[in-house]
């Protein structure tokens, strides 16, 4: 019993009172480009990139611009960087509701903001309930949804629950690149769902299949059919960008 006492003093509190105002430390979160030119003919950082996350355009465009929807935050690029042009920072709120608003640059160094659906706030800003599937994910996502619900995030508080039913769910949360065979499960899920519902795709790979993408082995028609209303980068992403994102979504202060 007194061991027990020792360790839970020496933790600490462990509840994060107010999610947006965190600061996860040694969390690496969005990417950071300097305002100052590449070197001429360089192209390190589109070479060290594993998952065409970067792409380099002629002047006068934007020189560097980043694709979160791509991005596994591996890191690589910035010591590839001559000119100590990338880096990364702890910044979590990385959440946007647009595909295009997670393409980022010296001009567009954050996502775009979150835009509060009036409809959805009504109908779902007390009580929202969401199904978590994993379409062929490696299960880092999948953990980083189930640390949701513990003491740390206690996304519960905000009405937010991950239900074991589709039919009690009011939203689909997707994980992975969506396989082959996970193409009938997933689709079975959604239909099994009772409308109004949504879909927030959760990770890199499930926002564009990366490092998949292109691979024989996913079938991500599933997305062609029904957008996602909430794309939440990363790999994976942290909690605090999920529960910060939804309740954006929702109009929810903290």
């Known amino acids: 019993m007194l061991k027990s006492i020792r ?53 006068p465009a934007e020189p560097v611009s980043i694709d979160l929807g791509r991005c596994v935050t591996c890191g690589d690029c910035a010591p590839a960087c001559p000119s100590a042009k990338l880096s990364f920072s702890n910044d979590f709120k990385l959440a946007s509701t647009t595909r295009e608003g997670l393409v980022l640059s010296a001009t567009r160094p954050a996502p775009d903001p ?3 659906s009036a409809a959805l706030r009504q109908r779902f800003g007390r009580s929202l ?14 953990l980083e949804v189930n640390a ?19 039919r009690h769910a009011d939203g689909l949360v997707l994980t992975g690149p969506i396989t082959r065979n996970m193409a009938l499960a ?28 292109g691979s ?6 599933f997305l062609e059919r029904f957008q996602p209303t ?12 999920f529960v910060c994102g939804v309740l954006d979504l929702l109009g929810i202060a903290s």
């Open 7 to 59: 360790v839970r003093r020496s933790q600490g509190s462990q509840f994060i009172p107010d999610p947006r105002q965190a600061n996860p430390v040694g969390f690496r979160g969005r990417p950071v480009i300097a305002d100052r030119a590449c070197e001429t003919g360089c192209q390190a950082c589109e070479t060290a990139c594993p998952t065409r996350a970067i792409t380099l355009q002629p002047a």
């Open 114 to 116: 979150v835009q509060v």
């Open 129 to 142: 309930k969401l199904r978590s599937v994993s379409a062929g994910g490696c299960n880092a996502c999948e």
């Open 148 to 166: 949701l619900s513990n003491v740390n995030f206690d996304i519960g508080r905000y009405g937010i629950d991950i239900v074991a039913s589709p």
């Open 186 to 213: 997933l689709q079975s899920c959604w239909d099994a769902m009772p409308a109004p519902k949504l879909v927030i795709a959760v990770g890199a790979c499930a926002i564009s299949g990366s490092p998949f993408e």
């Open 216 to 221: 024989s082995a996913i079938e991500r028609s």
């Open 230 to 241: 909430l794309y939440l980068p990363g790999c994976p992403p942290h909690p605090l960008s």
